[in-house]
């Protein structure tokens, strides 16, 4: 669903950085696939705290679609940067191979994730956004990553929140203040 508001939305800061690269629907639902069948739609259900987030995003996406940007950061450039990590542990740990069941975090048309991330801050910084829009933008994203360290919990995953957390005070120290 994130991916989708992303693609979808006709806010035109949002579509900004709406990189084609970065897409990950096809991905992801490959990756379910191979770990649920074909039939993973209807096999499997959302946890509460992923039901939590898409509601918030669908909720975004209606009402205030410019807040979408901080999901395309949380979901997209962590993805990316964090992703290299979780897809070399999950391959490892899983004994996967042929980089089967990780394809969401193979980012195959980004030849440097650092140049690429580089880029992206770039086009964000060029955004014409108000300071208001600006400051809800960095509430939201403090709201994004509590979802997401609410589903890694429900996965017992709570390292990854903490390097979310990180990352998140970084971006907002760097391009947002």
């Not at 074909?38 to 039901?51: G, Q, R």
């Not at 042929?98 to 969401?104: E, L, R």
């Not at 992206?120 to 960095?138: D, F, G, H």
């Amino acid at each position: 669903m994130s991916f989708q508001a992303f693609e979808e939305t006709t806010d035109a800061n949002v579509k900004a950085l709406d990189y084609k690269e970065l897409r990950r629907s096809k991905a992801l639902e490959d990756d379910m696939a191979y770990y649920f069948g074909e039939d993973w739609k209807n096999v499997i259900t959302p946890s509460a705290a992923t039901e939590k987030y898409i509601d918030r995003i669908r909720e975004v996406a209606k009402e205030t679609p410019e807040l979408l940007i901080a999901h395309q950061y949380t979901r997209y450039l962590g993805d990316l940067f964090g992703g290299q990590m979780m897809g070399g542990m999950a391959t490892r740990s899983l004994e996967l191979e042929n980089g089967q069941g990780v394809k969401f975090y193979q980012f195959d048309e980004i030849s440097s994730a650092k140049d690429f991330i580089e880029e992206w801050y770039t086009s964000l910084n060029s955004l014409e956004i108000s300071p208001e829009t600006k400051q809800a933008i960095v509430d939201e994203g403090n709201l994004v990553f509590r979802l997401n360290i609410d589903i890694f919990s429900e996965l017992e995953g709570n390292a990854f929140g903490s390097f979310l957390r990180v990352a998140w005070a970084s971006f907002k120290e760097k391009y947002l203040s």
